[in-house]
C-alpha cells in the first residue's frame, strides 16, 4: 500500500458557523469535508451540546499544505477572535491523492 | 391561583440542574419539541384567522411591528448606559424580538381561565419576532468598522427555522380551516400543552446553566433583565388596548412585549454581531426574564389586561 | 376538491427547502416517524384481516407478488433504452417496488372521501416490496463479471427494517384484534395522520435536494419518473377490478404500482448493485415519481378507480 | 388468556435482532420513552396519593425499603457460592431494585383485567429502586483495598435519571392534583401504553444482545436469574399481605421484588463497582428476569395475589 | 508514560456500509474499532446526514502496520471504485500495544 | 501559517465515564476538551451505542506532552483494569498555542 502525504486540518467550533465554514472552506480549494456533532469545553466555558447554540461541531478536511493553511488563515482572521474555536493540523497519508 | 403544571415542570428541570443531577434530554428531542410547538401555534392561529375577516390585521401587524423595533431602541438605550456597544446592541435584539415558549405557557393559562384572545395574536408573535433583530445589527454596526452581510442576515432572519414553521403553520391551518385541521388535532391540539410540559422541562435544565453564567455578568444586567419584562408588558398593554384588543389580546400583546427571545434572536446575533459574547444576552433573557416571566410575569400582566378592559 | 393538509406540510418542507431556509429536522425524528407510520399501518391491515375470513388472500398476494416484479421487468427494458445496465436495473427495482408513504397519503385520502378498502391491500403493501428487489438485482448482474451475494440481499431484504415492522405490526394486529387494539389506538390510529403530516414536511426537506439532482439525469429520467406511475396505475388497477376488488381496494393497489421505493431500494440497491449511481434513481423516485403521486396522481387514481368499478 | 399486545411487541423485537434484522431505533428514542415513561409513571401515582390520605404511606414506604435492601443481601449470599465478590454485588445490586418497565407492563395488566392497585404502589417503585445500590457497593467493598467514593455515588443515585423523574412526576402529580393532570392526560395517560409498546420493541432489541452474552456466564446465572423472580415475588406478596394491600396492591408488590434493574443499576453499579463485569449482571437481568416477568411472571404473580387475597 | 507506534486508520463513506466494513475490519485482524454519525461533502455530492442513504460514518481503527495496510487494499478494491469514500492513516502512539 | 507543535490525546471508552473523565482532563491541567458519542467493538465486545451502558464517547484533548502524559497515565492506573478503553496520542500543529 502506497500513501501519499497531505495535511488533515480540524477546526472544533460553535455548530452556528457550519453553513460559513463550509463556504469558506469549499471556496478556499478543498475538495471535501467531514462534520460530527459534539460538545466540549474550554476558554468560553462549556458547550452542553442540547441546543443549538450551546453545541459544537468538528470539521475535518484532508487537503494539501497549501489549502489547509489558507483555512487556518481564515479561521484566524475572520473567527477566532470571536468564536470559541480551536483549530489544528496533522499528518496523514491517503490511498487516492487526486481527490484531495 | 395554583401554579400551572407546566410551570412544574420547568421548576422540575431547574431544581434539577441546579442540584447536579446528571438528567439530560437528548438534543434530538429539544430539536423536535420545538418544531411542534412552532406548527401548533401557527396551525392554531391560522384557523382562526380562517374564520375571520382579515381586514384589520395588516395595519395591526404592521403597529406591532414598530412596536417591536421600538422596544429594541429603548432596551438599546438603557443598556448602552453600562455595556459595549456589541453587547447592548445584541441584548437589545433579543428583548425587542418575543419568546414562542413563552406566548405558548400565557395562551395556556387563558385557556385555563377560559378567556379567549384574538387569532391575530398568533400573527403578531411571527412578526415580531423578525424586527429588533435587524435593529440590534444595525445598531451594532453603526459607528464600527465592519460591514454588514445584509444578505445573510435577511436569509437568517426571515428564512430560519422559527419563521418559516410558524408561517407555514399559519398557512397550512389558513387552508385547511376547522375541518381540515379536525384529523390533525389529536396531535396538535390535544398534544399542546403536554408536549409544552416536556419542553418546560428541558427549558428548566438549560436555564440553570445560564443562571450561573448571570453572576459573571453584574448586577446590572440582571436588574435589566428583571425590570424590562413589566415596563414592556405595560407599553404592550396600552397598545393593546387602543387596538381595542379583548382581555384575552390585551394579556397576549403584553407578554409578547415583555417577553425576550432565546431561540431565533441567539442563532442570528451570533453569525451577524460576532463581537457581542452571548453570555451576556442569554443570562439576561434565559436565565431571568424567561423564569420571571413564567413564574410572576404572567399572572400579573393576565391582572393589568383585566384591569385595563374592565 | 381541496388538497389533504398533511400535502400541505409537504409543500411547506419543499419551499423551504428550495428557498434554502435552515429549517432541518433531527435525523433521529425522521428514523422515529419511519418507524412509526411502519408499525401503524402493518397494526391496521392486521386487525382488519382478523376480521376477515383470509381464504383469497393467499393467492391474492401471490399475484400482486407477479404483478411487481413484471413492473420492474418492464421499467428495465424502458431505462435500458438509454441508461447502463446497473442504473437500468437499480432503478426499475425501485418502480416495481413501492412507497409506504404514498400509500399512507392514498388511504387518508380514501378515509376522506368516506371510501373504505380491504384490510390484504396492506399485506399487499408488504409483500410488493421485495420482488422488484431481487428482479432488480438479478438484471444488474446478467452478463456481469461480479457474482451476487444472494445471501447478503435476502438477509438485507427480508430483515430490513421496513419488512420487518411492516410484518411484525401486521402480525401483533392480527393476534391482537380489534380489542387488543384499543389500547393502543390514541397513538397507532389517532395519531396517525398528524404524524404523517410531520414526516411530508420532511419528506419534503429531502425531495428538494433530490429536484437538484435531476437536472443531471436529463430529460430522459425526468419523462420516465413522470409518465411510468400513471401508465402503471392502470395496469395496477386493472387488475385489481380482475381480482374483484371494491372502488378503494382498486385505487389503492393502482397507487402500489404507481408508486416507487425510496426507504428500502436504495438501502439494497446500494449494498447489492454498487455501480448503479443511486442520484440517478433518487432523483426519479423521490424527485419526480413521489411529488407527483401526491399532488395529481391520488386524485387521478381514485377517479380511475371509481369509473372502472362503477 | 391472551397476551398483552405490548408484550408482542417485545416479542418481535427480540426475534427481529435474533434474526440478525438490521432493524435498530435511533438512541435518541429510547432516551424520550424512558423520560416519558417515567414522569408518566410519576404523575400517575402523585395524582393518586394527592386524593389519599398519605399517613400510612410513610411506614409502608420504610417497610419496603428495608425489604429491598434484605432482597439485595439474600441474593448476595446466593450468588457467592459461585462468582466472585464484585460480580456477586453488581448482580445483587440489580435484583434488589425494581424494573421500571416491569412495573408498568404489571400495572397495564391489571388496568386490562379490571384490578385496582394503591396509589402508593408507585411510592414504592420510586423508593425501592436505591436501597439496594447502596448495599451492593456496600457488599463490594467490604474487605476491598478501594475506598468508596460515597459522594459519587449517592449523587449517581439519588439525583440520577431515573430518580429525579419519578419523584418530580410524583410531587407534580400530586401538587396538580386531579383538575391540574386533566390537560395533560391526553399525553402522559391515553398514549402510555402505545408509548410502552415502542419501549418494549426497542427492549426486545437490546435483550437479544444480552441473551447471547448469557452462555459465556453459565448455567449458574442463569438459573439464578430464572428462579430468583418468582421466590422473591412470593417474598413481596407476603409483605404486601402483611401491610394489607389489595389484589392489585400484593400483585405489584410482588412484580416489583421478582423484577431486577437494568437502568439505574447497571449505570451506578458502572461507576462504583468498576471491578464488575457488566456482563454479568446484563445478561442475568435484562437477558433472562425481565422476559421471564414478562411472559410467565406477571400473570403468575397475579394469580398469587389473587389466591392470597381471597 | 511510554506510548508504543501504531497506525491509526480513518475511513469516512457512506452509512450503508457499516455492517459490511465493520466485517472486513474484523477480518482482516484488527481488535477494534469506533464509529462516530458523520455528514459531509465530497466529488459525490453533500451527505446532509438526514437520511440513511445521506448520511456518512467515520470509523477509526488503530493497528499495526500490516492490518491498516490490508483494510486499505480492500477498501481501494472493493469500494473505493462505486462509493463516496476517503481512507487515510496517521502514526500514533498507544498506551497498551498488546491490544491493537 | 506557523502552527505550534502540541500532543492530541484521544480516548475512547464507556459513555458512563464521561462526568469522571472531563474532571480529570480539567484537573490534570488540559484547557478544553472535545467529546463525540461513538459505538464500536474490542476486547469487552460490541458497544452498538442505544443505551447508555452500551454507548461510547470519544474525547480529545488537545495539550502539551507533560499533560498528555499525565491524563494517560490517569487512565492506565484508574479506567484500563476495568473500563472498555482506548487511548493514544499524536502530533497536531496548533494555531494559538496559549490556548493550549
Ligand atoms: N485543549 C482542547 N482540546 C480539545 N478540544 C478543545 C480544547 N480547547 C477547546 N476545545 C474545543 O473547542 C471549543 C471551543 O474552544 P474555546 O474557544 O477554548 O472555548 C470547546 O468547546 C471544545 O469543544
Ligand atoms: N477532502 C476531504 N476532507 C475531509 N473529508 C472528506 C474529503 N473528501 C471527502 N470527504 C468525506 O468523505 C465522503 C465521501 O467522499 P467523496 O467520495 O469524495 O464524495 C464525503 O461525504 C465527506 O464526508
Ligand atoms: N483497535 C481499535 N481501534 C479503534 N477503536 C478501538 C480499538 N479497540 C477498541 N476500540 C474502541 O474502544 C472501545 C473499548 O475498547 P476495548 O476495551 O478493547 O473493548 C471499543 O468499544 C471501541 O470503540
Ligand atoms: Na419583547
Ligand atoms: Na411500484
Ligand atoms: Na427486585
Known amino acids: ?100 | 391561583m395554583t401554579l400551572d403544571p407546566v410551570v412544574l415542570f420547568f421548576l422540575l428541570g431547574l431544581a434539577a440542574a441546579l442540584a447536579r443531577s446528571d438528567l439530560k434530554l437528548p438534543p434530538a428531542l429539544y430539536e423536535t419539541l420545538s418544531v411542534f410547538l412552532l406548527i401548533a401555534i401557527g396551525l392554531k392561529g391560522g384557523v382562526a384567522l380562517a374564520k375571520l375577516g382579515s381586514a384589520t390585521v395588516l395595519w395591526q401587524a404592521l403597529l406591532v411591528i414598530g412596536l417591536s423595533a421600538l422596544l429594541a431602541l429603548v432596551a438599546f438605550g438603557v443598556l448602552r448606559l453600562r455595556l459595549a456597544r456589541p453587547d447592548a446592541a445584541a441584548t437589545a435584539a433579543h428583548y425587542g424580538s418575543v419568546s414562542v415558549v413563552t406566548f405558548a405557557v400565557a395562551s395556556s393559562y387563558l385557556t385555563r381561565q377560559g378567556i379567549s384572545y384574538e387569532p391575530q395574536l398568533t400573527v403578531f408573535l411571527a412578526v415580531m419576532e423578525m424586527p429588533a433583530l435587524i435593529v440590534g445589527v444595525v445598531l451594532a454596526r453603526l459607528g464600527a468598522q465592519g460591514q454588514v452581510a445584509w444578505g445573510r442576515l435577511a436569509h437568517e432572519v426571515l428564512l430560519g427555522k422559527s419563521m418559516v414553521l410558524l408561517l407555514g403553520g399559519l398557512l397550512i391551518g389558513y387552508l385547511a380551516g376547522p375541518e381540515g385541521m379536525k384529523s390533525l388535532s389529536p396531535l396538535y391540539v390535544d398534544l399542546f400543552k403536554p408536549v409544552l410540559s416536556l419542553f418546560l422541562l428541558e427549558m428548566g435544565l438549560v436555564t440553570a446553566g445560564k443562571l450561573a453564567g448571570l453572576r459573571a455578568q453584574g448586577v446590572f444586567v440582571a436588574l435589566f433583565a428583571l425590570l424590562t419584562p413589566p415596563v414592556f408588558a405595560v407599553v404592550g398593554a396600552l397598545t393593546g388596548q387602543g387596538m381595542g384588543l379583548s382581555t384575552g389580546g390585551v394579556m397576549l400583546l403584553a407578554t409578547l412585549c415583555a417577553s425576550s427571545s432565546y431561540i431565533a434572536a441567539p442563532a442570528a446575533m451570533r453569525i451577524a454581531v460576532p463581537e457581542a459574547n452571548p453570555a451576556v444576552s442569554l443570562a439576561a433573557s434565559l436565565g431571568v426574564t424567561f423564569p420571571f416571566n413564567l413564574l410572576v410575569g404572567i399572572p400579573l400582566y393576565a391582572w393589568l389586561a383585566r384591569t385595563l378592559t374592565a
Chains 1, 5, 6 share one sequence.
Open chain 1, 1 to 100: 500500500m502506497t500513501f501519499h502525504s497531505k495535511k488533515l486540518l480540524t477546526i472544533v467550533t460553535e455548530s452556528v458557523l457550519e453553513g460559513q465554514l463550509v463556504e469558506d472552506i469549499r471556496r478556499l480549494g478543498a475538495h471535501g469535508y467531514t462534520v460530527c456533532d459534539a460538545r466540549g469545553g474550554g476558554t468560553h466555558g462549556v458547550q452542553g451540546g442540547a441546543w443549538s447554540f450551546d453545541a459544537n461541531i468538528r470539521i475535518d478536511v484532508v487537503c494539501d499544505e497549501a489549502v489547509a493553511g489558507a483555512i487556518a488563515e481564515r479561521c484566524r482572521s475572520r473567527y477566532l477572535p470571536h468564536y470559541g474555536m480551536i483549530v489544528y493540523v496533522s499528518e496523514v497519508g491517503v490511498l487516492r491523492p487526486e481527490k484531495f
